[in-house]
């Protein structure tokens, strides 16, 4: 009964490094998110898939590239990783439509020095 | 502009004493706004979705109740373990907003 499982749970980079988190639900859900979570920021979408072969930007898209690599995994990438970059990532997935809730991983720490 | 306001920020029960959380949103056609638990180093879980004005749902010390431009998480005699950060989200497309959350802390 796994849900939604987010690896690795924690992360230390340097600046300018990349990297590329991964993401995999099996709840055959159609959408997947990508969002940070910051403190006194709240849960900020970086980028979304509706459906399978479809990605769209979120609020906060710069500095990630997300790739939606079947049904099941949802992938998020940061290509030269920067300190604004430290914070919570959450993967979350849902039934497509309105009114469907959003199931979410326990995250991935990332600290970037 | 959509958005999610929550109030308040923070908020500290004794065991036992009822009260009640905000979330006042702006949004262009609303499909949906969620309520969640996020516990320490956790992510959200789902507790509630509503949808029409009027709307309530209740499970087990909580009900979440919904109108035009706000809804409200009522706790009746909260225990310790109904502490927690609970979140608000309304879902306006496809996309999900999220308040900042009220953390709550229940004392024995």
């Known amino acids: 009964n796994a849900g939604v499982t987010q690896t690795p749970k924690f992360q230390v980079l340097k600046t300018g490094q990349s990297m590329t988190l991964q993401c995999a639900q099996d709840?055959?859900?159609?959408?997947m998110y990508w969002y940070r979570q910051d403190p006194g920021m709240g849960l900020r979408l970086i980028y979304y898939?509706?459906?399978?072969?479809?990605?769209d930007k979120g609020e906060v898209p710069n500095g990630y590239n997300v790739s939606r690599l079947n049904k099941r995994e949802f992938s998020l990438r940061l290509e030269s990783a920067a300190p604004s970059q430290t914070s919570v990532y959450f993967c979350?997935?849902?039934?497509?439509?309105?009114?469907?809730?959003?199931?979410f991983g326990d995250g991935t720490r990332l600290s970037i020095l | 502009e959509d958005q999610v306001t929550q109030s308040p920020e923070a908020l500290r029960l004794q065991e036992g004493e009822s009260s009640s959380l905000n979330c006042s949103y702006t949004?262009?056609?609303?499909?949906?706004l969620f309520w969640y638990r996020q516990d320490p180093g956790k992510g959200p879980e789902f507790l509630f979705t509503?949808?029409?004005a009027g709307e309530e749902k209740e499970k087990e010390r909580l009900k979440a109740t919904l109108t035009k431009k706000e809804s409200f998480l009522h706790i009746t005699a909260p225990k310790p373990e109904d502490s927690a950060t609970y979140l608000c989200a309304v879902q306006p497309g496809n996309q999900f907003y999220f308040g900042t959350g009220t953390s709550l802390t229940v004392i024995p």
């Open positions: 709840m055959n859900h159609n959408s």
């Open positions: 509503l949808y029409s």
């Open positions: 979350a997935s849902s039934t497509q439509g309105a009114n469907q809730p959003q199931h």
């Open positions: 898939s509706a459906s399978e072969g479809t990605t």
């Open positions: 949004v262009s056609g609303l499909r949906g």
